[in-house]
């Protein structure tokens, strides 16, 4: 009865650890192309953007993987789903 629990607990460890393992994304680093894009959005959209901008841009940073794609892929995203008049901001709109 022992050797059974502890087969039955070994085999949940191993099929928990390989869920994990499946699951884990490799993040990236996009400090320079994210300060690129804020700043290139502000000049284009005026300093009254400029705090949501950097908001939307840290977010979008903080949730891309290596899967997602590399920096250039990154701030291409940006800057094609940037949204700058309020209209565009709230519209129910798909971007794609």
């Not at 320079?32 to 290139?40: D, F, L, M, P, Q």
């Not at 901008?53 to 899967?67: K, L, Q």
Request: glycine share 6%; charged share 25%; aromatic share 10%.
């Amino acid at each position: 009865m022992k050797n059974q629990l502890g087969i039955l607990i070994l085999i949940i460890g191993l099929s928990v650890s390989c869920v994990n393992k499946e699951t884990e994304k490799s993040v990236i680093d996009l400090n320079a192309a994210s300060r690129e894009v804020i700043k290139e959005l502000t000049d284009k959209y005026g300093e009254t953007g400029q705090e949501r901008i950097s908001r939307g841009v840290n977010h979008v940073a903080s949730i891309w993987f290596s899967e997602d794609g590399d920096a250039d892929s990154f701030k291409k995203f940006c800057y094609v789903f940037y949204r700058s008049l309020p209209v565009e901001r709230h519209s129910r709109q798909p971007l794609y």
